[in-house]
């Protein structure tokens, strides 16, 4: 199993990104895929989550409404748009799936919100 994230940059508050995952070694299609982000000197939270079949979302009380998770089966990628990003926002953003009862972790990219 291999996750790559990209996208991360450096934003001003109320600008918008995009977070592309690709995966690979799994058959993408029949896995739940997740976004979760980690702050400094916090604990990793999950922030978004994606079904498998139906494409069923949850995401996090303080993204809703701005942040979507989606999936391209054919691309094997997962997708965060981040919108009317903010400060707190800042952190390091993880892509994530359970394959075979064993949590697999992309190496995460940067996310860093700031005037």
């Known amino acids: 199993v291999q996750l790559v994230e990209s996208g991360g940059n450096l934003v001003q508050p109320g600008d918008s990104l995009r977070l592309s995952c690709a995966a690979s070694?799994?058959?993408?299609?029949?896995?739940?895929m997740s976004w979760f982000r980690q702050a400094p000197g916090k604990e990793r939270e999950l922030v978004a989550r994606?079904?498998?079949?139906?494409?069923?979302?949850t995401y996090q009380d303080s993204v809703k409404g701005r942040f979507t998770i989606s999936r391209d089966n054919a691309k094997s990628t997962v997708y965060l748009q981040m919108n009317d990003l903010k400060p707190e926002d800042t952190a390091v953003y993880y892509c994530?799936?359970?394959?075979?009862?064993?949590?697999?972790w992309g190496q995460g990219t940067q996310v860093t919100v700031s005037s």
């Open positions: 994530y799936t359970n394959f075979m009862g064993r949590g697999s």
């Open positions: 070694g799994f058959t993408f299609s029949s896995y739940a």
């Open positions: 994606i079904s498998s079949a139906a494409g069923v979302t």
